[in-house]
């Protein structure tokens, strides 16, 4: 299995040595964070081909038989440890899934295969006060940047916070058909500033989480209009904290690629950023150049999420592990999202990946860093592991 860590949760876990199973690392873990139902992160813990099943690690509390469950009350979580047979009980059923864990456990004592940290009904705490503007940059195209608002968006949406996304990428726009509300567009932010509609009219009102609205700045395939610039975004982005709807707590703002006129239009308003990259040295050069920028620009808060890892290349040494890009950039890092086919048929069909179920691991990835955003956490360290082979196991992304 290959796994990442979140430093926040290691003394949940025991330290394993390296001869236990693993190659590299000295920890066998993989940490997402969702907020679903517990039934959907057993169908995703089985998605790794473990089986769902589950007993209960520590405080545990039997619940009529196999599987028991813990509280653990400091984190508001269940810790959940996999094994082999046993059904989950009902409650289960209503907890609100928080933090999500995978692990191959002590396998030579219960044969625990998965373990799961859920959060018991728990809401991610806002750290900052709303609305907090965060820019989703990265200086290169094609890595991501787009996705992660789309899916961070609606995330941030289905946990109760009020989130408008910004598509600032005028010329190449295309939030809108990741979100699939291409066919709603009819007024965009130019009308608005031109007075020809409310602003309200060129908000769009996503059907399946009625916070989340969508914000175009042009009509497809048009070029930046001449006058727009930062101070035109600001006054959107002030107008909207002013709406009497009521403030958002989210404005997401999707950059486009360059560091040109659209990237200082759309880190204008920001006061936080999410740089987004891939493991490959040329998207690092240009996010590193970007980090310059927005801190020269004032934004002290910048997270990074690394794009499209792949574990089995990371294995054989053709990509940057994480914990590389970590070194090379120097940022906090808010999300580590594997390479999945899913994210591009979601792409295709206008359906963001964290609304998919069963849900898939870089939905899950997505979700965790949306966690991470609301309540400004980040992760310190992500470690990769081998599977035993003779277990069966298939490796759990990218292969
Ligand atoms: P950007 O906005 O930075 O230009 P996009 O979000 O539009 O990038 O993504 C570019 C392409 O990469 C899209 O087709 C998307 O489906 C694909 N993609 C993004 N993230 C992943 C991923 N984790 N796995 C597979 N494909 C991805
Ligand atoms: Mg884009």
Same mark, same amino acid.
């Given at each position: 299995?290959?796994?990442?860590?979140?430093?926040s =949760?290691?003394?949940?876990?025991? &330290?394993?040595?390296?001869?236990?199973?693993?190659?590299?690392? =000295?920890?066998?873990?993989?940490?997402?964070t969702?907020? &679903?139902?517990?039934?959907?992160?057993?169908?995703?813990?089985?998605?790794?081909?473990?089986?769902?099943?589950?007993?209960?690690?520590?405080? =545990?509390?039997?619940?009529?038989?196999?599987?028991?469950?813990?509280?653990?009350?400091?984190h508001?979580?269940?810790?959940?440890?996999?094994?082999?047979?046993?059904?989950?009980? &009902?409650? *289960?059923?209503?907890?609100?899934?928080g933090e999500?864990?995978?692990?191959?456990?002590?396998?030579?004592?219960?044969?625990?295969?998965?373990?799961?940290? @859920?959060q018991?009904?728990r809401r991610p705490q806002m750290a900052g006060?709303?609305?907090?503007?965060?820019?989703?940059?990265?200086?290169?195209?094609?890595?991501?940047?787009?996705?992660?608002?789309?899916?961070?968006?609606?995330?941030?949406?289905?946990l109760?916070?009020?989130?408008?996304?910004?598509?600032?990428?005028?010329?190449?726009?295309?939030?809108?058909?990741?979100?699939?509300?291409?066919?709603?567009?009819?007024?965009?932010?130019?009308?608005?500033?031109?007075?020809?509609? $409310?602003?309200?009219?060129?908000?769009? $009102?996503?059907?399946?989480?009625?916070? *989340?609205?969508?914000?175009?700045?042009?009509?497809?395939?048009?070029?930046?209009?001449?006058?727009?610039?930062?101070?035109?975004?600001?006054?959107?982005?002030?107008?909207?904290?002013? $709406?009497?709807?009521?403030?958002?707590?989210?404005?997401?703002?999707?950059?486009?690629?360059?560091?040109?006129?659209? *990237?200082?239009?759309?880190?204008?308003?920001?006061?936080?950023?999410?740089?987004?990259?891939?493991?490959?040295?040329?998207? @690092?050069?240009?996010?590193? $150049?970007?980090?310059?920028?927005?801190?020269?620009?004032?934004?002290?808060?910048?997270k990074?999420?690394?794009?499209?890892?792949?574990?089995?290349?990371?294995?054989?040494?053709?990509?940057?592990?994480?914990?590389?890009?970590?070194?090379?950039?120097?940022?906090?890092?808010l999300?580590?999202?594997?390479?999945?086919?899913?994210?591009?048929?979601?792409?295709?069909?206008?359906?963001?990946?964290?609304?998919?179920?069963?849900?898939?691991?870089?939905?899950?990835? @997505?979700?965790q860093a949306a966690w991470r955003l609301v309540e400004q956490d980040s992760?310190?360290?992500?470690?990769?592991?081998?599977?035993?082979?003779?277990?069966?196991? @298939?490796?759990? *992304?990218?292969?």
């Amino acid at each position: 299995m290959y796994s990442t860590l979140s430093a926040s =949760s290691c003394h949940l876990l025991s &330290r394993r040595s390296s001869s236990d199973g693993g190659s590299r690392a =000295s920890c066998s873990l993989q940490f997402w964070t969702c907020h &679903r139902q517990c039934e959907e992160a057993l169908t995703a813990t089985s998605y790794g081909s473990f089986g769902a099943s589950a007993a209960i690690a520590r405080g =545990s509390e039997r619940m009529g038989g196999f599987p028991k469950l813990g509280l653990d009350e400091k984190h508001g979580a269940c810790l959940l440890l996999g094994g082999r047979g046993g059904k989950l009980p &009902r409650m *289960f059923e209503r907890a609100r899934v928080g933090e999500h864990l995978l692990q191959n456990g002590n396998r030579k004592k219960n044969n625990a295969t998965i373990r799961a940290i @859920l959060q018991w009904n728990r809401r991610p705490q806002m750290a900052g006060s709303p609305p907090r503007v965060v820019v989703v940059t990265s200086g290169k195209g094609g890595v991501g940047k787009t996705t992660t608002t789309a899916n961070i968006g609606m995330c941030l949406a289905r946990l109760d916070f009020k989130v408008v996304a910004i598509d600032a990428d005028v010329g190449l726009r295309n939030l809108d058909l990741l979100l699939g509300l291409e066919n709603r567009v009819n007024y965009t932010a130019i009308e608005v500033l031109n007075g020809e509609c $409310r602003l309200d009219q060129a908000l769009i $009102r996503d059907k399946r989480w009625v916070n *989340f609205e969508l914000l175009c700045i042009n009509k497809p395939r048009y070029k930046m209009p001449l006058g727009f610039g930062g101070k035109a975004l600001t006054w959107l982005v002030d107008a909207l904290k002013k $709406r009497p709807e009521g403030t958002p707590d989210f404005i997401l703002i999707d950059c486009p690629a360059g560091i040109d006129a659209g *990237f200082i239009t759309a880190i204008t308003p920001a006061n936080e950023a999410i740089v987004v990259t891939t493991p490959d040295i040329t998207s @690092l050069r240009d996010a590193d $150049r970007v980090t310059g920028l927005l801190e020269c620009d004032g934004i002290k808060d910048i997270k990074m999420v690394v794009n499209r890892v792949r574990s089995d290349m990371i294995k054989q040494e053709d990509m940057m592990s994480v914990l590389d890009v970590q070194e090379m950039l120097g940022l906090p890092l808010l999300g580590v999202i594997p390479e999945d086919a899913d994210v591009i048929k979601s792409t295709n069909r206008g359906y963001p990946l964290v609304l998919k179920k069963p849900p898939t691991l870089a939905g899950l990835a @997505l979700e965790q860093a949306a966690w991470r955003l609301v309540e400004q956490d980040s992760m310190k360290a992500v470690l990769i592991e081998e599977a035993p082979a003779k277990r069966g196991f @298939l490796p759990f *992304f990218g292969g």
